[in-house]
T-cell receptor, first 115, second 116 residues
Framework: GAGVSQTPSNKVTEKGKYVELRCDPI?????LYWYRQSLGQGPEFLIY????????DSGLPNDRFFAVRPEGSVSTLKIQRTERGDSAVYLC?????????????FGPGTRLTVL | QQPVQSPQAVILREGEDAVINCSSS?????VHWYRQKHGEAPVFLMI?????EQKGHDKISASFNEKKQQSSLYLTASQLSYSGTYFC?????????????????FGKGTHLIIQP
């Protein structure tokens, strides 16, 4: 079946602008995760959704970052007043139930460049 | 805290073996191993759960020593397709009951280059 998809694949924006990144998880997966990966680093956890609710948003760096998953499927990561330091690849992952034994399947990511 | 992976990079000839280590300062519930090729999504390899288990498929296997909070990934008779960056992602015991897992905490990765 289809894997996790993310759009856009690339986003270039100017400092101070607002951006939205979209994630389509694997159908039927209740758990959805957002990570951020900087060059030469491993993915860094941002937020985890179980269904429609954010079960853990402890990884969001500050209040400029916000994510929603209104219908328990597609999720949108929103970044306000973007800064050059926000440039990174934003990865989305989903898992069937969000249990420790579940595999997290990653999407191809959105490469965000803030000029 | 981020788990520490070693080595940072390794270059092998096709057919040689490699070991990648992942060490955490926190108690671990599980270790997840991924391989990522340049510009692509991380691809799941395997999960190891507490209990000191060892898993494997084909020529890739891994072990998890819960007491030492360490995991190792073993690549035997390496193939060109094994090239990439390997990440371990760790999960600590849940602090709260009920709900699902928190996100994984990943190491910085080990770059593996396989030469013909």
């Amino acid at each position: 079946g289809a894997g996790v998809s993310q759009t856009p694949s690339n986003k270039v924006t100017e400092k101070g602008k607002y951006v939205e990144l979209r994630c389509d998880p694997i159908s039927g997966h209740t758990a959805l995760y957002w990570y951020r990966q900087s060059l030469g680093q491993g993915p860094e956890f941002l937020i985890y959704f179980q269904g429609t609710g954010a079960a853990d948003d402890s990884g969001l760096p500050n209040d400029r970052f916000f994510a929603v998953r209104p219908e328990g499927s597609v999720s949108t990561l929103k970044i306000q007043r973007t800064e050059r330091g926000d440039s990174a690849v934003y990865l989305c992952a989903s898992s069937p139930r969000g249990r420790e034994t579940d595999t997290q399947y990653f999407g191809p990511g959105t490469r965000l460049t803030v000029l | 805290q981020q788990p520490v992976q070693s080595p940072q990079a390794v270059i092998l000839r096709e057919g040689e073996d490699a070991v990648i280590n992942c060490s955490s300062s926190k108690a671990l519930y599980s270790v997840h191993w991924y391989r990522q090729k340049h510009g692509e999504a991380p691809v799941f390899l395997m999960i190891l759960l507490k209990g000191g288990e060892q898993k494997g498929h084909d020529k890739i296997s891994a072990s998890f020593n819960e007491k030492k909070q360490q995991s190792s990934l073993y690549l035997t008779a390496s193939q060109l397709s094994y090239s990439g960056t390997y990440f371990c992602g760790t999960e600590s015991p849940r602090q709260t009951s009920g709900g699902g897992a928190d996100g994984l905490t990943f190491g910085k990765g080990t770059h593996l280059i396989i030469q013909p």
